[in-house]
């Protein structure tokens, strides 16, 4: 007698299922057909366990915990980035032939293992957690509102799956380097929430290291990730606020030019020219240089950006009054008054049809 089992299908107890694996190598490889009993509440882990213990003994999967907290069990099953342990048979219908195949985005090591070092490197280029130099460890203190509010990222497993359907390092190899990945979004949003973490310019890291600019917001990673974190709308899109209110907002770029950084209302010592140090640059909006210049090699792909330029200020750093009275919005364009528009293709920071790379 067929018992119920969840949506999708009766789910007989030693039922047998079609399933197509992919076998193979970074040399190449195949969808190798398979015949295997599933039974009932078993997920598809199982299935690969008995597959080994049976047909393919020398089929590579990785996984360890088994119970949906190590994220080490990630593959493709029906093209969808999942958790081999966390995906129930009695989900796919029964005469449904179930798909599976490694994570497309990494290289292949073997059948469903890959290579994800990648996501390694991009770990050890965040800035680690910057505690107050004043706090000794067993001092620091938070409020459980600030525990709270950065809580749902650490419940991130790593499984990578949101690194895996990222479209901009799925579809782009070229994008790697560059581009950090949502896995490490939501890093950075959970240190720049974080009140004891002294390390202030996570915001500016992210959009000129990690690459910040480039994600759309297609909330694609969002909708695989196992533990439900709500990486776009709670982390991503944050973010890209903070630096857009950071870089772009005019009373914020405003107030850089009236109070300069890094420099107090007593100190009336002339800037030097030759070493400017913290500048305004026009091309991002940034006051840190060395994120100028990790901006250039990084997310704008080596082409030439503006040279960061300091505004013309007096003997006490302060702005002459025609900054203030400029007969057009905003400023002088950065351009300059002479230049027509549209642009040619190879003065453009972004990636134009006819610009050569």
């Known amino acids: 007698m067929d018992k119920p089992n969840g949506t999708g299908g009766t789910g007989k107890a030693g039922t047998t299922r079609s399933f197509k694996v992919w076998r193979g190598d970074e040399s190449g490889g195949e969808l190798t057909d398979y015949q295997i009993q599933v039974n009932e509440g078993e997920v598809v882990l199982d299935v690969i366990h008995r597959l080994q213990a049976t047909e393919a003994p020398d089929l590579a999967c990785r996984w360890n915990c088994k119970a949906g907290k190590c994220g080490s069990c990630s593959m493709e099953i029906n093209g969808m980035p999942r958790l081999g342990c966390m995906t129930r048979m009695s989900t796919f219908e029964e005469t449904e032939t179930v798909t599976i195949t490694p994570l497309r985005t990494f290289p292949i090591i073997r059948d469903l293992v890959t290579d994800v070092s990648f996501n390694y490197e991009k770990a050890r280029e965040t800035p680690a957690f910057a505690p107050p130099a004043d706090l ?16 749902e990222f650490r419940k991130c497993i790593e499984c990578f799956l949101c690194q895996n359907t990222c479209h901009v390092v799925r579809d782009h190899e070229e994008n790697k380097e560059a581009f950090a990945g949502p896995r490490y979004f939501i890093r950075a949003a959970e240190l720049d929430m974080h009140p004891l973490d002294t390390k202030s310019d996570r915001k500016e890291y992210a959009q000129a290291s990690q690459g910040l600019g480039f994600c759309n917001i297609t909330k694609c990673c969002s909708e695989v990730c196992p533990e439900h974190i709500k990486i776009t709308d709670n982390a991503i899109i944050p973010m890209k606020e ?23 209302e007593g100190d009336q010592t002339p800037r030097d020219p030759d070493n400017l140090g913290e500048v305004h640059s026009v091309g991002g909006g940034s006051h840190d240089s060395e994120s100028e210049a990790d901006a250039e090699r990084g997310v704008h792909w080596n082409r030439q950006v503006p040279h960061p330029t300091a505004p013309s200020t007096d003997s006490r750093g302060r702005l002459p009054i025609s900054e203030f009275t400029f007969d057009r919005a905003a400023a002088p364009s950065p351009f300059g008054d002479d230049v027509t528009f549209p642009l040619p293709a190879d003065g453009l920071n972004y990636s134009h049809p006819e610009q050569k790379d």
Request: no cysteine; charged share 35%; glycine share 8%.
């Open 136 to 151: 000794a460890p067993g001092e620091y203190r938070m409020q459980q509102v600030d525990v709270e509010r950065s809580q």
């Open 242 to 264: 903070r630096v857009v209110d950071r870089r772009y907002d005019p009373l914020v770029w405003l107030g850089s030019k009236i109070f300069r950084r890094g420099q107090s």
